[in-house]
């Protein structure tokens, strides 16, 4: 039975909290303990002119392709905030290649500039409806309330609109939600549930990292039952970024039923397993594209 692995991490421009030290290498080292398939970044800089002369340390060239290098063979960057110095947005990494992507604004105001960067993923398992794909959509939304409606809104316009309605889905992203509030509207309107909620009743705390409080990040699945999902904090974590990563495995659902092991159907079981807060994990390339 196939098993998908799944990260998503605001890494906070690869800087430590209040921008003190460059942290991109010990991100990446990080992330490959993860062993994700597919991983959702937010907070990506795309590009910054300043920041080579700055910091003896910086990688050459975008944030994303640094991060994905020799792990992830595919990736995309979706460009959300544009200033005179570079750029910053959204980035999927992939083991599988990437069919296509669109990145989407659905800033609120000209404050703060946020997107939906969606791609289509082609597993490589053929089924009896032929190859397996499953799509993907990184989020980043804004802080206020009424930006937030408006986000959520039309993030589930556009998934109605160019998503068929049983094609296996995986959003995941930072929304700022930290009143719970997208939950109920996603399950509603798209049937999709949080991977944390379906085993603890609740989303991860995943803000700030040294000492998650806030329920701000998000994984939300249709088409997948979740076979295991954990935060990553800790000592090795904490200094990384201002939120902490979250990580899930999961199942295709359609193989899960085929195979009559009796797990329910995604997004309605509650597995055994209850997730865990870990605090030390251990453990030709296709030029990567710009969604614009």
């Not at 990506?44 to 020799?70: I, K, M, S």
């Not at 986000?151 to 160019?162: G, H, K, M, W």
């Not at 989303?203 to 999902?229: K, T």
Request: aromatic letters at 8%; glycine letters at 8%.
């Amino acid at each position: 039975m196939q098993t998908l692995k799944i990260a998503t991490y605001n890494i906070h421009k690869g800087f430590s909290h209040f921008n003190r030290r460059v942290m991109l290498h010990e991100l990446r080292d990080r992330l490959r303990e993860l062993n994700a398939d597919i991983v959702f970044l937010q907070e990506v800089q795309g590009e910054h002119t300043r920041h080579a002369e700055r910091y003896y340390n910086y990688p050459d060239g975008a944030q994303h392709e640094f991060l994905a290098e020799e792990i992830w063979p595919h990736c995309v960057y979706g460009k959300n905030a544009v200033y005179e110095a570079g750029h910053h947005g959204n980035a999927i990494l992939s083991r599988f290649p990437i069919m296509q992507s669109l990145n989407m604004n659905v800033s609120a105001h000209r404050f703060e500039s946020r997107g939906l960067l969606h791609c289509e993923i082609d597993l490589g398992k053929a089924n009896s409806a032929g190859r397996q794909r499953v799509h993907c959509v990184c989020a980043h939304f804004g802080l206020f309330a009424k930006g937030k409606r408006a986000q959520t809104s039309a993030l589930i316009e556009y998934v109605r609109n160019e998503i068929p309605p049983d094609a296996p889905l995986i959003i995941a992203g930072d929304f700022n939600d930290w009143r719970n509030q997208m939950s109920r509207e996603m399950s509603g309107e798209l049937g999709m549930h949080d991977v944390f909620h379906l085993h603890n009743g609740s989303p991860a705390r995943s803000y700030p990292a040294a000492l998650p409080l806030l329920r701000l990040d998000r994984i939300y699945v249709r088409g997948f039952s979740v076979l295991h999902s954990d935060v990553h904090i800790g000592r090795n974590w904490q200094r990384l970024s201002d939120h902490a990563a979250l990580s899930a495995q999961l199942y295709m659902a359609s193989e899960i039923v085929a195979s009559g092991s009796g797990v329910g159907e995604a997004g309605a079981q509650r597995p055994e397993h209850t997730p865990q807060y870990v605090r030390n994990v251990s453990t030709a390339r296709p030029h990567p594209g710009v969604a614009q």
